[in-house]
């Protein structure tokens, strides 16, 4: 299995979540940015479960080197790499705030989604778990510029999981909602519309195990979704959302 983003918590739920269901796994590779934190990970992982892992360093803000991935094949890879950014007024205009979030929610990492799905496609099987967020489902002046990156990383995944199809490849995109993460830590979320990173990784299993194709963490967020996306947009333009 390939954990991008792998200091995630969602994506140490999911992993935990996975053994637990006693899948099995030749290795985990664990890409990080930070390679210390996911060292303790790693170890806990091999206590616990006895599953041999192996951290990979690789830091979207940086030039990538993909021959050190060469080695590295597998049926199922789970994305959870992610940035909010900087949600201020000044923060929405920063130039260096702006090139991040792009950056490492689409730019930086759609060429390594790409480089990872072409060894599937040449083995005719797997599975790309990939987050996404409803923030792209519709630009609102909280954080369209976030927004407009999870928006573009949803149509790769929609062309990729339709070009993927008949290579035996399957792609399924995950639209978290308000997650009770450190990325979300002293922003005032609504607890009946927030899920733990337990809850997700529950959620986004029983998804990837029933073959959907797109899947909201809660319920709800499908029907507030289709609700905010319906709003004419003479009103929408005036409401602080």
């Given at each position: 299995?390939?954990?991008?983003?792998?200091?995630?918590?969602?994506?140490?739920?999911?992993?935990?979540?996975?053994?637990?269901?006693?899948?099995?796994?030749?290795?985990?590779?664990?890409?990080?940015?930070?390679t210390?934190?996911?060292?303790?990970?790693?170890?806990h992982?091999?206590?616990?479960?006895?599953?041999?892992?192996?951290?990979?360093?690789?830091?979207?803000r940086?030039?990538?080197?993909?021959?050190?991935?060469?080695h590295?094949?597998?049926?199922?890879?789970?994305?959870?790499?992610g940035?909010?950014?900087?949600?201020?007024?000044?923060?929405?205009?920063?130039?260096?705030?702006?090139?991040?979030?792009?950056?490492?929610?689409?730019?930086?990492l759609?060429?390594?989604?790409?480089?990872?799905?072409s060894?599937?496609?040449?083995?005719?099987?797997?599975?790309?778990i990939?987050?996404?967020?409803?923030?792209?489902?519709?630009?609102?002046?909280?954080?369209?510029?976030?927004?407009?990156?999870?928006?573009?990383?949803?149509?790769y995944?929609?062309?990729?999981?339709?070009?993927?199809?008949?290579?035996?490849?399957?792609?399924?995109?995950?639209?978290?909602?308000?997650?009770?993460t450190?990325?979300?830590?002293?922003?005032?979320?609504?607890?009946?519309?927030?899920?733990?990173?337990?809850?997700?990784?529950?959620?986004i299993?029983k998804?990837?195990?029933?073959?959907?194709?797109?899947?909201?963490v809660?319920?709800?967020?499908?029907?507030?979704?289709?609700i905010?996306?319906?709003?004419?947009?003479?009103?929408?333009?005036?409401?602080k959302?």
């Open positions: 299995m390939i954990i991008l983003g792998s200091n995630s918590e969602i994506s140490q739920a999911f992993v935990e979540k996975a053994l637990e269901a006693h899948e099995k796994y030749s290795t985990i590779y664990l890409f990080t940015s930070n210390e934190t996911t060292e303790k990970f790693a170890k992982i091999d206590v616990k479960f006895l599953q041999q892992t192996e951290v990979i360093e690789m830091d979207l940086k030039e990538i080197d993909y021959t050190k991935f060469d590295i094949n597998s049926d199922l890879l789970f994305c959870a790499t940035y909010l950014g900087e949600g201020t007024e000044e923060g929405l205009y920063d130039q260096k705030n702006t090139e991040l979030i792009i950056d490492i929610n689409y730019a930086k759609v060429p390594v989604l790409n480089f990872f799905a060894k599937m496609e040449r083995q005719r099987a797997g599975t790309m990939v987050l996404s967020s409803v923030a792209g489902e519709r630009g609102r002046q909280s954080n369209f510029i976030y927004g407009s990156a999870k928006a573009g990383l949803t149509a995944l929609s062309g990729l999981r339709n070009y993927l199809y008949d290579k035996k490849v399957h792609v399924l995109t995950v639209k978290p909602g308000f997650m009770d450190k990325m979300t830590e002293g922003l005032p979320l609504n607890p009946k519309l927030t899920a733990t990173p337990k809850q997700a990784a529950e959620g299993y998804a990837y195990k029933s073959g959907k194709n797109v899947a909201y809660l319920p709800i967020w499908s029907v507030i979704m289709l905010i996306r319906n709003i004419p947009e003479f009103i929408f333009k005036k409401l959302l």
